[in-house]
């Protein structure tokens, strides 16, 4: 048998080598700064797991104290049938692993899917989130045309799957189109995750205003993509008018039943966001975390620090 040294190198050289083409999205969303932050914090990631398996994310943003606008495919199928859920949580102000508001749950919805053309949820959450965070003022306009006409310039915020459990922002946009006389033909850009995340005036003034929810988009991340409105080519069952009619009123101590009265204003449509209360003290959900942690709380309890080595050295000599 010949030793290793007998054993040479060979040389294989590719004749026809594959040129793989980089993917990369190009858009104009940008992290948010500071999540944490109004108005930012009213902006909140959503997690739902099914009772058969899997799950997804989404984005919303509270309207009232209690009240989380966010897209109908969210919480519902093709069929305009809500999704089997076992578990919901909504996340305001998440930065990655920090959750500096808590976790809610939710207590009740209304919502509908009807493809693209319909396509919203208010939900009630059973803890007052903007107790914390503050919540957002809104607008809706009829009819819904005027969007294309009117000059304003929107931000959208929510949490894309490319970039898991942070906060992205496309600051500058327009509406471009209606889309089957409802929904808002935008320039913004959004991914995967961001359903459900507000389209908003005003975002970087002291009076941010929700217009929208994320619909749908054809594209990755890139324009165009579409946003369902407070008034639709109606004013009835909108999410505008269940916001004011029932959800805003739901709970006794939501600020929304105490500063939105009588707003209504020939064709237009606004509510009053508000501020945290600081007043009132609120407990809420804890997050309990992942089933496994790095450090156990009996392994914490025993890790030998300088002062417990001092402390038992002391111990000892006794």
């Known amino acids: ?97 920090a959750m500096p508001y808590g976790v809610y749950e939710y207590s009740e919805m209304r919502a509908v899917n009807a493809g693209h053309s319909r396509d919203w949820a208010l939900i009630s959450l059973t803890q007052a989130a903007g107790f914390r965070t503050g919540f957002l003022g809104t607008l809706a306009k009829f009819p819904v045309d005027r969007w294309t006409r009117e000059g304003d310039r929107f931000a959208h915020v929510g949490f894309p799957g490319d970039h898991r459990d942070e906060m992205w922002v496309d600051e500058d946009g327009a509406c471009t189109g209606i889309y089957e006389g409802r929904q808002l033909i935008t320039d913004i850009d959004a991914a995967h995750g961001q359903s459900g995340g507000p389209l908003a005036i005003q975002w970087f003034s002291g009076d941010p205003r929700v217009c929208g929810c994320l619909s749908w988009g054809p594209n990755a991340a890139e324009d165009p993509n579409y946003f369902t409105p407070g008034f639709e080519d109606v004013k009835t069952d909108v999410w505008m008018q269940w916001l004011c009619d029932h959800f805003g009123h739901l709970h006794s101590d939501d600020r929304f039943g105490k500063s939105n009265t009588a707003l209504f204003a020939a064709d237009d449509m606004g509510t009053v966001g508000m501020l945290p209360n600081y007043e009132l003290p609120h407990s809420f959900i804890e997050d309990t975390g992942p089933d496994v942690r790095r450090f156990s709380s009996r392994f914490t309890t025993d890790l030998l620090t300088p002062n417990r080595v001092r402390i038992n050295a002391a111990k000892a000599k006794r």
């Open 1 to 97: 048998m010949g030793s290793n040294q007998d054993i040479q190198s060979t040389v294989l050289v590719n004749e026809t080598p594959t040129l793989f083409e980089e993917i990369r999205l190009l858009d104009d969303r940008i992290p948010v700064a500071r999540p944490d932050v109004f108005p930012s914090r009213c902006v909140g990631h959503i997690e739902i797991k099914l009772r058969g398996g899997g799950g997804y994310t989404a984005s919303g943003s509270l309207v009232s104290d209690y009240t989380v606008l966010t897209a109908g495919h969210v919480v519902k199928n093709a069929s305009n049938q809500f999704h089997d859920i076992q578990s919901f949580r909504f996340i305001p102000g998440r930065n990655r692993a």
